[in-house]
């Protein structure tokens, strides 16, 4: 090793804020890079606050030349994943780093090696802490700022990655769309003719009920992507904590939940883009961030639609493209001039074909790395 390197795992909370900030250090002069909430990141890393924790064990690492930092890692291993898919993965997150191979190659050595000592046999990432939270790194589409809950990174990660000898697993894609085009005729006829072929109704989540919602939301979740790649079941207390997480900032009008004959078959869930209004805060709500954050929250002109899914069983009916369709017209009535529709596995063709079907752009692309230990 470098005698001017160093790296040191994070044991205190003193070192846990170190790693929390220096991302502002790297990125502050990158128009696109969004400042998450420093209250945010701490809670997601917090084992008292994130249930994620509960059925997961996480280790943050800082890396110093010559007493300075220059890098971090999180070396993550999430039991319910490894338990899922009958694996033995060592993720690896919160990756920030000069660029600079040997430093890179340090912080993922680390990684690997702390991930060997407990048995695990393949390293794989980025992710944030797991696919229900911020996964992969960007590939593609460099010259625009991330939309909520999407990641970003600067291109030379691409170069650090694959020289380290990390293999591309899976792409992820995203696609965006001009919402303030009119909706073409023939998906409007589309969506009328399918509601009625099926007796399918399109309903908005109710939050004067909402923990049943959620209840109701968990179930329709962990049916329809039980079967779709890197899929984790969410525990209720997972679901929990993201419903409460999300409430404040979710539309209840691009929450939507569809029925067949009355009964669940599906959901979506589409979020204003907060991080248009989080780039103003730079990261703390306290003295005057909560006031910008409140400011520019009424000037969003984005929305992504993060989340959607279909039970088997009414599957093939075009319930999909009614999503699309109520969350365009809702996106529309409010303003919105941009949508995103993320992420999408690379190889799930008939969700790709849905979607592009509306006349959309692929505009950028995330990719999952693996490496056998």
């Known amino acids: 090793m470098n005698q001017n390197i160093q790296i040191k795992e994070v044991l205190n909370s003193r070192d846990l804020m170190k790693f929390i900030k220096f991302p502002w250090s790297l990125y502050k002069n990158d128009p696109y890079w969004v400042p998450p909430l420093i209250s945010d990141v701490k809670n997601k890393l917090d084992p008292r606050k994130n249930p994620f924790h509960e059925h997961a064990e996480v280790q943050t690492f800082l890396a110093y030349e010559n007493k300075k930092i220059v890098g971090r890692i999180a070396a993550i291993i999430d039991n319910n994943h490894n338990e899922f898919h009958k694996e033995k993965v060592v993720f690896f997150g919160f990756f920030d780093v000069i660029e600079n191979q040997t430093i890179t190659n340090l912080l993922l050595n680390t990684v690997k090696n702390w991930g060997k000592t407990r048995g695990m046999t393949q390293l794989r990432g980025p992710a944030n802490l797991s696919s229900n939270d911020e996964w992969g790194t960007l590939v593609k589409g460099f010259d625009s700022a991330p939309v909520v809950m999407m990641t970003y990174n600067p291109e030379f990660h691409i170069k650090l990655y694959e020289n380290y000898g990390l293999k591309k697993l899976k792409n992820l894609v995203a696609y965006h769309l001009n919402i303030q085009e009119p909706i073409p005729a023939r998906i409007q006829k589309a969506g009328e003719l399918i509601k009625k072929r099926y007796n399918v109704t399109i309903r908005p989540i109710n939050m004067k009920k909402f923990d049943e919602e959620v209840a109701l939301i968990q179930d329709l979740y962990n049916k329809a992507w039980y079967y779709n790649w890197g899929f ?13 997480e999300l409430k404040p900032v979710a539309v209840p009008e691009l929450i939507l939940i569809a029925e067949v004959n009355g009964e669940p078959a599906g959901f979506s869930m589409t979020l204003p883009d907060y991080n248009q209004a989080l780039k103003h805060a730079n990261g703390r709500l306290f003295p005057f961030g909560l006031f910008k954050l409140l400011y520019y929250s009424k000037k969003i002109t984005t929305a992504r639609l993060l989340t959607l899914g279909i039970i088997e069983k009414f599957r093939k009916k075009g319930i999909e493209a009614l999503f699309y369709l109520e969350s365009w017209k809702e996106g529309k009535r409010r303003g919105y001039i941009d949508g ?22 692929l505009y950028k692309t995330y990719r999952i790395y693996n490496q056998e230990i």
Do not use: F, Q
């Open 232 to 244: 984790v079941p969410m525990t209720p207390n997972e679901i929990i904590h993201l419903a409460h």
């Open 340 to 361: 995103e529709m993320s992420w999408v596995l690379e190889d799930n063709a008939a969700m790709r074909n849905g979607i592009e079907k509306l006349g959309v752009e």
